[in-house]
């Protein structure tokens, strides 16, 4: 159902992740089974392109990489529509899910798929950037 949802908003799946790219940066969407229940955890990562002298392509050791040059995750806010030892109807879970693009996802991904949109989301203390990340952005 999440890569459904993922495709109609315009993502490319590839190696069990989801992912959109841009000349700037590669944003991929990742889902990690927990090993203490039913549940997955959203990871959102974001390669810059040039950072660390590197050019980045959506390969299984991009997506499956545990961390991004920037790291998200869900909202707090939708942490239930995961949560399969939480019973909810496939149509209401889809719909959350699709709230879940429409409200976080795609509203983040979108300006993290620039270097402008990363240094508006760290200046307003949406996101923490490391200082070699930071560096790299300058």
């Known amino acids: 159902m999440f890569g459904e949802v993922a495709k109609a908003n315009e993502f490319k799946s590839a190696f069990g992740g989801w992912y959109k790219e841009s ?49 998200a995750n869900e909202t707090p806010e939708y942490k239930a529509v995961l949560d399969f030892d939480e019973p909810m109807e496939d149509n209401i879970r889809k719909e959350r899910l699709e709230k879940l693009f429409k409200n976080h996802i795609l509203p983040f991904t979108n300006r993290a798929l620039s270097k402008a949109g990363i240094k508006d989301l760290a200046n307003k203390g949406e996101i923490f950037l490391l200082p070699a990340v930071k560096e790299e952005l300058a």
Do not use: R, W
């Open 23 to 71: 000349t700037e940066c590669i944003t991929v969407l990742e889902l990690q089974k927990s090993n203490f229940g039913d549940y997955y955890q959203l990871l959102i990562k974001v390669f810059i392109q040039g950072a660390f002298e590197s050019t980045y392509t959506p390969n299984k050791e991009l997506i499956k990489s545990s961390m991004g040059h920037i790291t």
